[in-house]
């Protein structure tokens, strides 16, 4: 079955980065767009990054660009978030998500996506 499954979370001092990483198994990892979502507490799920299958476009939500890099790594089937410069506001639980279908503005919505990975907690004290 399919699977997808972060790492790289933990916590960091404000101005610190981390990269995340989601590992995908069980998929035709070429054939989908791949993306990363947060969510705080009391919050909806939003938008982060995403990357196209072929890896030539990339997405960010206004909040990261500048600050996060998304990439993928086809011989390994995985896709990374580097996050740098993070702030107390970046706090949240990030999930991957996989996407066979869409493309451009679409992939910035929760629900074009097929899977999902179990997330991971990133935390960033002031």
């Known amino acids: 079955q399919v699977q997808l499954v972060e790492s790289g979370g933990g916590l960091v001092q404000a101005g610190g980065s981390l990269r995340l990483s989601c590992a995908a198994s069980?998929?035709?990892?070429?054939?989908?767009?791949m993306g990363w979502f947060r969510q705080a507490p009391g919050k909806e799920r939003e938008f982060v990054a995403a990357?196209?299958?072929?890896?030539?476009?990339?997405y960010y939500a206004d909040f990261v660009k500048g600050r996060f890099t998304i990439s993928r790594d086809y011989a390994k089937n995985t896709v990374y978030l580097q996050m740098n410069s993070l702030n107390p506001e970046d706090t949240a639980v990030y999930y991957c998500?996989?996407?066979?279908?869409?493309?451009?503005?679409?992939?910035?919505?929760?629900?074009?996506?097929?899977?999902w990975g179990q997330g991971t907690q990133v935390t960033v004290s002031s």
């Open positions: 069980g998929l035709s990892f070429r054939s989908y767009a």
């Open positions: 990357i196209s299958w072929s890896g030539g476009r990339t």
């Open positions: 998500a996989a996407d066979s279908a869409s493309t451009g503005w679409n992939l910035r919505d929760v629900n074009e996506y097929d899977y």
